[in-house]
C-alpha cells in the first residue's frame, strides 16, 4: 500500500526505561558495590593513562577499575583492584584504588583479575582539576566504557574525561543507576557487551574528543552534540567543589532528580533528554574546551549515529537478529534512475556494513517488503513484493527449499515459535503460512471485507494478528490458522488504515494508524496508536493514543518497559515543515518522548524502528523514492529498554515480549 510514495509495515520490537535514581556520592553511599561474584582468570594487563577535566590534567583522583555486574539490570560494579597489593590504596568501603599525579596520570600495575567477558570500565572521583590550593571536586565523577577485558592489551591507554563520560552513560543509560551500579542480567550478556562497544563507536579508548565518523568508517557520530555535552560538563568539574553554582545549575537542569555528581548529571541528561536542552547548552564557558561544538541549543540531547549504507539505497523495513545484527531490506530500485538492484543489507552493532557493497541478493530480491529472524536467530526471512518469499543464511546464501511463491503482493511476516512465517498479501488480501523448510502450509486465508493487510505479529499463545489496512481493522487467526475475529475483524480503540501492529506482555495488540483515506489518496489526522485486548475490545482510554507529533508511521514497536515507538514521516509524506521524528508513547498512552519527538537532522523519511537488546533504537531512513538521496540507517542511541531479539525468541519458553531480557 502507498501514500505519497510509500508505506510498509512490519513489527519490530523497541524500548525506552523512563526515570534514574539520583545517584549517591561515592564515598557516602556504595554499600551495595562489593559483590560476591569473584572475577576468575588470570591476572590483567597493566593500564596506564590520564585523567582531564576540560584540557586540565586532574591530580588526586581515585582511579578504580569495575567489571559490570551480571546479577540484574543496574547491579553492583565489582571492583577488581586487588586491596592487599602494594601500591594499592582502598577506601571507606574496601575498593582499592590508585590515585593520579600532578599531571593527572595513573597506572595500574596488572593487580586485578577478570574473564575474557567481563565488561570493564575505569571510573574517576574527585581530584583538582587544575585549581591553586588545596582542592578536592567531589562533583567529578568520569568513566570510560573499556569493554571486554579479552581486548585490553599491555599498550592500552586510557584517556578518562568529559567525553569519554558522555559515550559511555549514554550508551549504557539502561543499564546503570549511578557510577559503581552497571549491569545486566545473565540471560542479556550480549546486549551490554554491544553497549560497551558503542561507546567506543563515538569515542575511542585513547581519545580526547569524540570520532567525527565510526572506527569502520560509514558512520557519522554526533560530534558537535557530544562535545556540547561535554563543555557542560567541564562547567561543573573545572571548579573547586560539588556545592559550586555551575554544579548547581547543570544538576537542576539534568532532569527532574537531582544527583550528587557528573555521572549521575550525564544520566539525567541521558534518560531525559528534552528536559531542559537550552539550559545545558547555556552551561559551557566562553571559551568551551571541546570543539566543534553545537551552535545553538537542540530540541533534545539524544545522541543518534548514522550509517550509510553504498549506493543510493532505499531502507524500509528492519529486523534485529541474536548477536544484535541489524537488517534491513534495500528497495534501491525505486530511486532514479531507477537502475540499481535491490537487496538486503546487514550491519553489526556498531554500523559496519558485514553485507559487501552490493547487498545480499540471493532468490531474486527484488521489491523486498517485510523481513523477520528465523527461530535460529541468525536467518532471515524476506517477502518479496512481486510474489515470493525468500529465506537466507545468516552469511546471505539461499536457503534449500526457496524461494517459495507467495501469493499477491506479500508485504508483512512473522516468525513462530514452531519456525513458521505467516505473511500478508497485500493485494490479495489474504495470509499464507510456509514452513521453515519452504512448504506451504496454508493459502488463501482471509475473511469478509479484510483488505489491503499489512504488518503481522504474533503472541506467546501462537495467535497471529493482521492490521487489515483497507478495512480498518485487526484479523485474529489461532495458531492453526483459523480466523478467530468475526466479520472485519476487530474495530474501535480508533483504528484508521493501521499498518504497523505489534502485541505486549500482556497480549495487548498494538496498532499505529497511518489515517489515510483511500476515497482521497491523503492522510487524514496525525498518526496514532489503537490498543485492543487480545479479544478485541478497545483498551480503557485508548481511541486512538496521540504520537504527539503529526507525520504517517508505518511500524510499531514494543520495548522492554512496555512502551510503543514508530517513526513519523513528515515533509516527504504530508509536507509541511515539521521535522521527521521518532517517538515513544507508555503503555498508558503517555508521550514520553520530547515534545516534537525524538529529532535528528539525518532522519529522512523514516520508515521502519527496531529495538536491540543494547536499547538503542534503529531508524530506516528510505530519503523517499524518485531521487537520487541515498537513504541511511540511524541507530538511537540508548534511549530505549532493552529487548529479546530476535522477536520469535522472545516468544519462545518465558514470555519476554514486552519486558527487558
Given at each position: 500500500?502507498?501514500?505519497?510514495?510509500?508505506?510498509?509495515?512490519?513489527?519490530?520490537?523497541?524500548?525506552?526505561?523512563?526515570?534514574?535514581?539520583?545517584?549517591?556520592?561515592?564515598?557516602?553511599?556504595?554499600?551495595?558495590?562489593?559483590?560476591?561474584?569473584?572475577?576468575?582468570?588470570?591476572?590483567?594487563?597493566?593500564?596506564?593513562?590520564?585523567?582531564?577535566?576540560?584540557?586540565?590534567?586532574?591530580?588526586?583522583?581515585?582511579?578504580?577499575?569495575?567489571?559490570?555486574?551480571?546479577?540484574?539490570?543496574?547491579?553492583?560494579?565489582?571492583?577488581?583492584?586487588?586491596?592487599?597489593?602494594?601500591?594499592?590504596?582502598?577506601?571507606?568501603?574496601?575498593?582499592?584504588?590508585?590515585?593520579?599525579?600532578?599531571?593527572?596520570?595513573?597506572?595500574?600495575?596488572?593487580?586485578?583479575?577478570?574473564?575474557?567477558?567481563?565488561?570493564?570500565?575505569?571510573?574517576?572521583?574527585?581530584?583538582?582539576?587544575?585549581?591553586?590550593g588545596t582542592v578536592n571536586n567531589t562533583a567529578i565523577a568520569m568513566i570510560n566504557a573499556l569493554g571486554s577485558c579479552s581486548s585490553i592489551s599491555a599498550s592500552t591507554f586510557?584517556?578518562?574525561?568529559?567525553?569519554?563520560?558522555?559515550?559511555?552513560?549514554?550508551?549504557?543509560?539502561?543499564?546503570?543507576?549511578?557510577?559503581?551500579?552497571?549491569?545486566?542480567?545473565?540471560?542479556?550478556?550480549?546486549?551490554?557487551?554491544?553497549?560497551?562497544?558503542?561507546?567506543?563507536?563515538?569515542?575511542?579508548?585513547?581519545?580526547?574528543?569524540?570520532?567525527?565518523?565510526?572506527?569502520?568508517?560509514?558512520?557519522?557520530?554526533?560530534?558537535?552534540?557530544?562535545?556540547?555535552?561535554?563543555?557542560?560538563?567541564?562547567?561543573?568539574?573545572?571548579?573547586?567543589?560539588?556545592?559550586?553554582?555551575?554544579?548547581?545549575?547543570?544538576?537542576?537542569?539534568?532532569?527532574?532528580?537531582?544527583?550528587?555528581?557528573?555521572?549521575?548529571?550525564?544520566?539525567?541528561?541521558?534518560?531525559?533528554?528534552?528536559?531542559?536542552?537550552?539550559?545545558?547548552?547555556?552551561?559551557?564557558?566562553?571559551?568551551?574546551?571541546?570543539?566543534?561544538?553545537?551552535?545553538?541549543?537542540?530540541?533534545?540531547?539524544?545522541?543518534?549515529?548514522?550509517?550509510?549504507?553504498?549506493?543510493?539505497?532505499?531502507?524500509?523495513?528492519?529486523?534485529?537478529?541474536?548477536?544484535?545484527?541489524?537488517?534491513?531490506?534495500?528497495?534501491?530500485?525505486?530511486?532514479?534512475?531507477?537502475?540499481?538492484?535491490?537487496?538486503?543489507?546487514?550491519?553489526?552493532?556498531?554500523?559496519?556494513?558485514?553485507?559487501?557493497?552490493?547487498?545480499?541478493?540471493?532468490?531474486?530480491?527484488?521489491?523486498?517488503?517485510?523481513?523477520?529472524?528465523?527461530?535460529?536467530?541468525?536467518?532471515?526471512?524476506?517477502?518479496?513484493?512481486?510474489?515470493?518469499?525468500?529465506?537466507?543464511?545468516?552469511?546471505?546464501?539461499?536457503?534449500?527449499?526457496?524461494?517459495?511463491?507467495?501469493?499477491?503482493?506479500?508485504?508483512?511476516?512473522?516468525?513462530?515459535?514452531?519456525?513458521?512465517?505467516?505473511?500478508?498479501?497485500?493485494?490479495?488480501?489474504?495470509?499464507?503460512?510456509?514452513?521453515?523448510?519452504?512448504?506451504?502450509?496454508?493459502?488463501?486465508?482471509?475473511?469478509?471485507?479484510?483488505?489491503?493487510?499489512?504488518?503481522?505479529?504474533?503472541?506467546?499463545?501462537?495467535?497471529?494478528?493482521?492490521?487489515?489496512?483497507?478495512?480498518?481493522?485487526?484479523?485474529?487467526?489461532?495458531?492453526?490458522?483459523?480466523?478467530?475475529?468475526?466479520?472485519?475483524?476487530?474495530?474501535?480503540?480508533?483504528?484508521?488504515?493501521?499498518?504497523?501492529?505489534?502485541?505486549?506482555?500482556?497480549?495487548?495488540?498494538?496498532?499505529?494508524?497511518?489515517?489515510?483515506?483511500?476515497?482521497?489518496?491523503?492522510?487524514?489526522?496525525?498518526?496514532?496508536?489503537?490498543?485492543?485486548?487480545?479479544?478485541?475490545?478497545?483498551?480503557?482510554?485508548?481511541?486512538?493514543?496521540?504520537?504527539?507529533?503529526?507525520?504517517?508511521?508505518?511500524?510499531?514497536?514494543?520495548?522492554?518497559?512496555?512502551?510503543?515507538?514508530?517513526?513519523?514521516?513528515?515533509?516527504?509524506?504530508?509536507?509541511?515543515?515539521?521535522?521527521?521524528?521518532?517517538?515513544?508513547?507508555?503503555?498508558?498512552?503517555?508521550?514520553?518522548?520530547?515534545?516534537?519527538?525524538?529529532?535528528?537532522?539525518?532522519?529522512?523519511?523514516?520508515?521502519?524502528?527496531?529495538?536491540?537488546?543494547?536499547?538503542?533504537?534503529?531508524?530506516?531512513?528510505?530519503?523517499?523514492?524518485?531521487?537520487?538521496?541515498?537513504?541511511?540507517?540511524?541507530?538511537?542511541?540508548?534511549?530505549?529498554?532493552?529487548?529479546?531479539?530476535?522477536?520469535?525468541?522472545?516468544?519462545?519458553?518465558?514470555?519476554?515480549?514486552?519486558?527487558?531480557?
Amino acid at each position: 500500500m502507498r501514500l505519497s510514495y510509500r508505506i510498509p509495515s512490519l513489527l519490530s520490537l523497541l524500548a525506552i526505561a523512563a526515570g534514574a535514581a539520583a545517584l549517591s556520592s561515592l564515598t557516602g553511599c556504595s554499600a551495595g558495590l562489593l559483590s560476591t561474584a569473584s572475577p576468575v582468570a588470570g591476572a590483567g594487563m597493566s593500564l596506564s593513562g590520564s585523567v582531564h577535566g576540560g584540557q586540565q590534567p586532574v591530580s588526586g583522583a581515585n582511579i578504580y577499575l569495575m567489571a559490570a555486574g551480571t546479577t540484574g539490570y543496574g547491579a553492583a560494579s565489582i571492583s577488581l583492584l586487588n586491596p592487599a597489593s602494594n601500591g594499592v590504596l582502598v577506601d571507606g568501603n574496601g575498593r582499592g584504588y590508585v590515585t593520579t599525579d600532578a599531571g593527572g596520570r595513573w597506572t595500574i600495575t596488572g593487580d586485578y583479575t577478570c574473564s575474557a567477558n567481563d565488561q570493564l570500565y575505569v571510573l574517576v572521583t574527585g581530584g583538582n582539576p587544575g585549581l591553586s590550593g588545596t582542592v578536592n571536586n567531589t562533583a567529578i565523577a568520569m568513566i570510560n566504557a573499556l569493554g571486554s577485558c579479552s581486548s585490553i592489551s599491555a599498550s592500552t591507554f586510557v584517556i578518562v574525561n568529559e567525553i569519554t563520560t558522555v559515550a559511555a552513560v549514554t550508551a549504557l543509560q539502561q543499564f546503570m543507576t549511578d557510577a559503581t551500579h552497571v549491569g545486566s542480567t545473565s540471560t542479556n550478556a550480549k546486549g551490554i557487551q554491544n553497549a560497551f562497544l558503542t561507546a567506543k563507536n563515538m569515542v575511542g579508548t585513547a581519545e580526547t574528543v569524540a570520532w567525527s565518523k565510526t572506527p569502520a568508517g560509514n558512520g557519522t557520530v554526533p560530534q558537535t552534540t557530544i562535545h556540547t555535552l561535554g563543555n557542560a560538563l567541564a562547567a561543573c568539574i573545572n571548579t573547586s567543589s560539588n556545592g559550586s553554582v555551575t554544579c548547581g545549575s547543570l544538576y537542576a537542569a539534568s532532569g527532574p532528580t537531582l544527583p550528587t555528581d557528573t555521572v549521575g548529571a550525564m544520566l539525567n541528561i541521558a534518560l531525559n533528554p528534552g528536559y531542559r536542552p537550552t539550559t545545558i547548552f547555556n552551561l559551557a564557558s566562553s571559551s568551551p574546551p571541546f570543539l566543534p561544538a553545537l551552535s545553538a541549543a537542540p530540541k533534545d540531547f539524544s545522541l543518534g549515529v548514522t550509517y550509510a549504507l553504498g549506493g543510493t539505497p532505499e531502507p524500509g523495513f528492519l529486523a534485529i537478529d541474536v548477536d544484535g545484527n541489524v537488517w534491513a531490506t534495500n528497495r534501491a530500485s525505486e530511486k532514479s534512475p531507477y537502475t540499481a538492484s535491490d537487496s538486503i543489507v546487514e550491519l553489526s552493532p556498531v554500523g559496519a556494513v558485514l553485507s559487501g557493497a552490493n547487498g545480499y541478493t540471493a532468490g531474486g530480491i527484488y521489491l523486498p517488503e517485510g523481513i523477520a529472524i528465523d527461530l535460529d536467530g541468525h536467518s532471515l526471512w524476506v517477502a518479496n513484493s512481486p510474489g515470493s518469499v525468500v529465506k537466507l543464511t545468516s552469511s546471505g546464501a539461499l536457503v534449500n527449499g526457496f524461494p517459495v511463491s507467495a501469493g499477491n503482493y506479500p508485504q508483512g511476516i512473522a516468525i513462530d515459535t514452531g519456525g513458521n512465517a505467516w505473511v500478508s498479501n497485500s493485494q490479495g488480501n489474504d495470509v499464507m503460512e510456509i514452513s521453515g523448510a519452504g512448504a506451504v502450509v496454508k493459502s488463501g486465508i482471509t475473511a469478509p471485507n479484510f483488505s489491503a493487510p499489512q504488518g503481522v505479529a504474533i503472541d506467546y499463545n501462537g495467535n497471529i494478528y493482521i492490521a487489515s489496512q483497507g478495512a480498518s481493522s485487526v484479523m485474529k487467526l489461532s495458531a492453526a490458522g483459523t480466523v478467530l475475529s468475526s466479520g472485519a475483524g476487530f474495530t474501535g480503540a480508533g483504528l484508521n488504515a493501521p499498518s504497523g501492529v505489534a502485541v505486549d506482555n500482556s497480549a495487548r495488540i498494538w496498532a499505529v494508524n497511518t489515517q489515510f483515506s483511500f476515497t482521497t489518496g491523503q492522510q487524514t489526522a496525525p498518526a496514532s496508536f489503537s490498543v485492543l485486548k487480545n479479544t478485541g475490545a478497545a483498551v480503557t482510554g485508548s481511541s486512538g493514543y496521540g504520537s504527539g507529533a503529526a507525520g504517517v508511521a508505518n511500524i510499531v514497536a514494543i520495548d522492554g518497559a512496555g512502551s510503543a515507538w514508530t517513526a513519523l514521516c513528515t515533509t516527504k509524506c504530508v509536507g509541511g515543515s515539521v521535522p521527521n521524528a521518532v517517538v515513544e508513547v507508555s503503555a498508558a498512552g503517555t508521550v514520553l518522548s520530547p515534545a516534537s519527538g525524538f529529532t535528528n537532522v539525518a532522519f529522512d523519511a523514516p520508515q521502519a524502528v527496531a529495538v536491540d537488546a543494547s536499547g538503542n533504537v534503529w531508524v530506516a531512513n528510505s530519503a523517499g523514492q524518485a531521487n537520487g538521496t541515498a537513504g541511511s540507517i540511524t541507530q538511537l542511541v540508548g534511549v530505549a529498554a532493552p529487548v529479546k531479539t530476535p522477536l520469535v525468541n522472545a516468544l519462545s519458553g518465558l514470555n519476554l515480549v514486552g519486558i527487558r531480557p
